[in-house]
């Protein structure tokens, strides 16, 4: 026979009390962390809410249950700020446009020449520089740049263009 079998109903309700006072607020932190890392803090917000005004709506006869509601809300609101904390929380993402640089283009070939303007304007930046020197034999021979060697091929593609 268990013990839950030999006990008194007085005793099982004490004990469904007691195991709801201890195991309750691990659960519900357990959830609201689940809650924050798949939906974001938007979604912990609106249950807050929801669960401040079910418990505000609760009523109960004994002189102490707007106390123990008041406890209840503040247990909440450290369980929810709990979840906020959480480092794996879903950030909520920004909205395009707030990101968006003001008169940007969308046409691809546009952006495209804006993307190798802007690599050819920081070529040598990331390249370290040279501290060995080397000798061609054969004499010198005239070294041509990158920005000579993409204008040039700019010009030979819009000549073709034209000739089109």
Not at 62 to 90: C, G, H, M
Not at 109 to 116: W, Y
Not at 138 to 162: C, I, N, P
Request: with cysteine; glycine share 4%.
């Amino acid at each position: 026979m268990s013990k839950l079998q030999a006990a008194t109903p007085d005793r099982l309700r004490q004990l469904r009390l007691e195991a709801s006072a201890h195991f309750a607020p691990l659960m519900l932190n357990e959830a609201l962390l689940r809650l924050s890392h798949a939906c974001g803090g938007d979604s912990l917000d609106r249950f807050e809410k929801a669960m401040v005004d079910q418990i505000e709506a609760a009523k109960d006869d004994r002189a102490d249950f707007e106390t123990i509601k008041e406890l209840a809300i503040e247990q909440l609101y450290a369980l929810v700020r709990n979840a906020n904390d959480s480092p794996k929380k879903k950030q909520s993402l920004e909205k395009i446009d707030t990101r968006r640089t003001p008169g940007r283009s969308e046409e691809p070939r546009t952006l495209e020449d804006q993307l190798q303007a802007g690599l050819e304007d920081s070529f040598p930046a990331s390249d370290p520089p040279s501290v060995v020197s080397t000798t061609i034999s054969g004499g010198a021979k005239k070294l041509v740049g990158t920005d000579e060697v993409l204008e040039k091929q700019r010009r030979q593609a819009s000549s073709k263009e034209d000739r089109s």
